[in-house]
């Protein structure tokens, strides 16, 4: 950290540009993420707290029927009065064990752990000394950040937080909507005084639901100030090693998905801060992002895998299944995943020179269900074996070969993850030191691996092989011939979903 008084990084790019992204990152390559919070509570997937609202004339054509459905949903449960801000209290996460939690996935190989500190229901899950709408005091009565936080430390995990309450502006617009079937207003217009004798009297809704506004209105400076306020106030706190904004560029500012009017400045300033102040540097990761920033933030990528290795460490974010707790199989829904895509997925990424972050859906009392728990044990158990070829890697000169390529994208998010049918041919390189690792997404039928990226005429290899071995199972023999490298893999393959060679 800088000496008191001494500022090492500006609020403007060209200062910023200087910031180096820490090692622990560009090592961790594995990292969990708790998106996690009332929204849980519906079992019912994504953009819950919206869509509870029914569809709107403003509603976005591809969310007209999610809408529709998870109105339905709400009604069938929950009745027809009430809105986003009634989740809150029947959140209360009873049964969260962080200590437990944190020890699963330190078992499953996870290097990292970020947790959700505001989603974009506006609601705090942490002791918010500036909004009064959080976990202390409604629902579970617990800083739930500071929970994750204690034992993430404890296990020497490196700690993030997400924030995403900057598309609140325009994500709970639809609470000054009405009912298009029965005419009732919802709950935006409510005051403080109308809580008189209820469950929430204290609170003002106007400081949870955005001012009523034209869709597509931008926000005014205030709202932007008081996003980065709250930010500030979690991170002095709990001084994260990895801050995940979710918004393609810095939130308020121009390109932001809700860019204030004017354009606000104020990411400038809490990037500058945050790095002046996180002992270990600190990351903050964006979704679209220059090369030339590529160093002042991380790229992070939803769900969407990138085709070729970058020269700066990234982030690629999914989840097993929805982000929130969701137990409808609608195909609308994202399914759930197996551990041979989790592990493909993983490879894929690191190749690439990124790093994976996997969101655990949690129930509203905060376990997990047991297809988390087989699908983490599954992918700890590939990691055991096989995390030489994993961990604190680089990229090769290749990062691929192989037919198989990621598919196009589809979806409202553009995504292009999925569960793929992988042939002998499709190989995934890393190198650790002098060791290269060429990780078959796929069992050869003949046995033989045929590393064509490693033949005499591909120019790759700066020398000729010492040794060729088979990560759980041991030396291999093998030849090389122009069009490959040819090694002899054993009647049984040694682990579950992918098998890495190790070339020294």
Known sequence: MPPTGVSKFHPDWASL???????WFAEAKFGIWSHWGPQSVARSGDWYARHLYGMQPWSEPWERRRAGRQQAHHRACFGPEGGAKDLFPRWRAERFDPDELIDLYVSSGARYFVALATHCDNFDLWDSRRH??????????????????RAARAAGLPFGLSFHHNWTWRWLDVAHGADLATGRPHDGALRASDGEGTWWEGLDPADLYPPEHVPGAKPPPHVAELFYARVKEALDRYRPDLVYLDDG????????????????????????????????????TVKDVPDADRTAVVLDS???????AQAHPWQ??????????????DPMFHPRKTANQVIHTLIDVVSKNGCLLLNIPQHADGTVDAHARALLAEVGAWLRVCGEGVYATTPWLRAAEGATGLGQTKGYEGYNEADRAYRPGDIRFTRRGDALYATLLAWPA????AITSMGTDAGLLERRPAAVELLGYGPLSWHPAPEALYADLPPEPPT?????????
Request: proline letters at 6%.
């Open 496 to 504: 579950k979903a992918a098998y890495m060679i190790k070339i020294t």
């Open 446 to 449: 003949d046995r033989t691996a």
């Open 302 to 308: 939803e769900r969407r895998q990138l085709d070729a």
């Open 316 to 329: 690629f974010d999914t989840s097993d299944g929805e982000w929130f707790d969701c137990a409808g199989d």
């Open 249 to 284: 560029r810095l939130p308020f500012d121009t390109g932001s998905v809700v860019e204030s009017e004017p354009p606000s400045r104020a990411g400038l300033a809490l990037l500058a801060h945050y790095y002046n102040t996180c002992p270990t540097g600190g990351i903050v």
């Open 17 to 23: 540009r200087a910031h180096r992204i820490p090692e």
């Open 132 to 149: 009064a709408w959080n976990a202390t005091r409604i629902g579970p009565r617990r800083d739930i950040v500071g929970a994750w936080e």
